[in-house]
């Protein structure tokens, strides 16, 4: 053993580490920094773990994390592992800066260090915030909303940050940001920040401490570490075990129906109050605020006793967080961002009937668009396009006949209006589309600014436009396919339903004569994508509708005959999805 | 005579034909998905079990799926009645399987069980954390020897 000693020794020679370090960077206070950075390589870990068994896509990420919770034996452990060291790195950071703040760490020489931990601090915030949103749940998608309207209105980067590309979602960014970006920025950074630990030396303490007026090494400040960290492991490991987190249903739009986690508690309480404007301006001068401090207090004795001032205003400061954090708990959430479907829908109606009155004021030729099914039960979304479609249509006709560039900019900025009222509805179906139409109709309205316009070219632009419209409008046409198949698919849920609890053959045989005619208004529509489904569909439907005059019906067959209904409608209804 | 009742009914004829607008206007509020109303509700009594926002949006599912026919209404007003009894998760369920859900869609509570991988990883914390605790215990006698040097 002594011999392995040796030889370990000479190859890995520790004397380099054996410089002295005070006694206090032995207690826990000047330990908090080196538990949040044991916390980040578990977080590390497991974090690389999890990423193998997660797909960072909206239609799939909160399913990818279900199947990993519910099929994988130590799914839930590796979930709570990163779950609970996320709390113990967001806690320790927390703390470590408190430390630092109240024994005026962050004087000379120190301040860049100071600085650089500021930023260390911003990144795991960042970092915790980006990992709530990959769970893709309610609470995520809200987060995330908050984060985009909160970039439009910071807007330049930040909102350009925001758009979505056709093919990368917001969810697929922040995965980016999440496991490659931060975590490269904050160890850099980490790096640096350690270098100037070594270079700069342990800071002493604010007061005499007799306790912890010796001497020690740095061999023993990491032994000491090492014994923290396994703490921390078991304690988390233990958490992991006993608590491991929840998952959320996935996201549903329109609603702010979920408070954020712990650490957003605060900000949520100045939203709450303050709008999201509010919010962004105190984060603001937090940021700024951690950024002076070391060149506020620039008094060179780090005592409490000679920093009253700068130490109250941090005393209120952590008193107000607690503060507003409880408030939040009892409190409940404002709609911030209007995610309310209800004024989403009202703005569009109101764009939409505003845009009826001018239309019948300008007497646009309507002849044009009769292509256009203007069914009686025409959606708003079918309205709002048919309404882009006049808009584009009459653009056209001012370039062509009046060669008019002005007016045909002011109809292409409401054209934006109309089309913008149901963007979202639009790129929940296509997003490529949705991005086009908009392109096409930005440079449209950019021809009110144009020095020297290009009429051909708004002329192509304004047909580009009305192709992509049209196109828009059959996406939503479609759904009528949908709409019946959902209604198809209700019949044959109460026609099982019937057959299982009154065995009442005569109603079910008439709710299928329905389902009869649910589907076979929509027969070619199935047919023209697969034949196959919609004649075994057809039979089905059929043999249940022949329940209604059958003299013995066999219950369990006519149940059977419902299910594979049900299993066939469902996958029609793939087809149309 | 006839002529003043010829007028009145002109007026009226005018008003009607004013008033249409206003009508077909009304109609046109109708058209949120009920599926989406339906999870909204859901979230509601997730999130922040705020069952009055619920009971609102259940409503106005129940009220668009007599139009809309995308939903089972028997498991709608089962729902409504689960939600005003307060019996959440079954409330839940029922809405979500009205609109062809499944339940293990809702959210997802994991909780600890007596199991042999869960012994084992609780021994291996116990184990990490005795070390830990013994390593913190020697290295502050080691410390409490320097300082007294």
Known sequence: MSRFKSWLKERVPTAGFDYQVPSHANTLAFTLGGITLISFIILMISGIILAQFYSPTPENANQSIRILMTENNLGNFIRGLHYWAAQVAIVTVILHLLRIFFYGSYKRPREVNWLLGVILFLGTVGLYYTGTILKWDQEAYEALEHAAAGAKIVGGFAADYFVENPAVTLLSKFFSLHTSLLPILVIAVLAVHLILVKALGISPLPFKSKKNSGKSTFLVHLKHLLAYGLITLAVISIFATLFPPSLGTAPVEGIEATKPPWIFMSIFTIENWFGLIGLIITALILVVALLLVPFIDRKDSASPQDRKGIVAVGVIAVLLFVAFTVNAYFTKPEQHIEMGDEEQQQDMEEIVDNNDEQTDEDQIDNDQIDDVDQSTEESVELKALNQALSLVVEIDKILDEKGDIKLAGEKAAELDEVVDAIGDQIKAKDAKLRQELGDIIHELGELQEAESPDLAKASDEAHEAEEKIKEAIKLFEESAELKALNQALSLVVEIDKILDEKGDFKLAGEKAAELDEVIDAIGDQIEAKDTKLRQELGEIIHELGELQEAKNPDLEKASNDAHEAEEKIKAAIKLFE | ?149
């Open chain 2, 1 to 149: 005579m006839h002529k003043r009742l010829f007028s009145i009914l002109f007026a009226l004829l005018l008003l009607l034909s004013v008033a249409i607008p206003v009508f077909s206007h009304g109609a046109e509020e109708e058209a949120v998905d009920v599926r989406v109303l339906v999870r909204q509700a859901i979230a509601y009594v997730e999130g922040i079990a705020d069952i009055e926002m619920a009971e609102n949006k259940l409503n106005e599912a129940i009220e668009q799926n007599e139009d809309q026919k995308l939903a089972d209404p028997t498991k709608l007003q089962e729902a409504l009645i689960a939600l005003e009894e307060e019996r959440l998760e079954e409330a839940n369920i029922l809405m979500l399987e009205a609109i062809g859900g499944n339940p293990s869609e809702l959210e997802l509570n994991p909780e600890f069980q007596i199991g042999v991988i869960n012994i084992i990883l609780l021994v291996i914390a116990a184990i990490l954390l005795a070390v830990g605790l013994i390593l913190l215990n020697k290295t502050k006698t080691k410390r409490g020897e320097m300082n007294n040097e």
